[in-house]
């Protein structure tokens, strides 16, 4: 294992015992990419209601999830 390797695994490693220790979650990682599963039918009116704003679809559902958790 390299050093650098080794200082991140081991900087990892502190990270969680630290969380551990003062009972703290540590945080996950979100990769941005999610798999949707929805009826066709509302797939299509997203895709069209997306085309006819100039969005693509998903702009559109990201829009869509960005204004319900401001409400």
């Given amino acids: ?3 650098l390797k080794k200082a ?3 900087s990892v490693d502190c990270y969680l015992k630290t969380c551990k220790e003062n009972n703290i979650d540590p945080k ?3 990769s941005g990419n999610i798999r949707l599963r929805i ?3 509302i797939h ?3 895709f069209v209601n997306a085309n006819k704003k100039g969005s693509s679809l998903n ?3 990201t829009d869509a ?3 319900e958790m401001s409400e």
Wanted: proline letters at 10%; zero cysteines; hydrophobic letters at 50%.
């Fill in 39 to 41: 009826p066709p039918n």
């Fill in 59 to 61: 702009q559109f559902i």
């Fill in 1 to 3: 294992m390299t050093t």
């Fill in 65 to 67: 999830l960005i204004l």
């Fill in 8 to 10: 991140f695994v081991d």
């Fill in 28 to 30: 996950k990682y979100f």
């Fill in 44 to 46: 299509q009116q997203a």
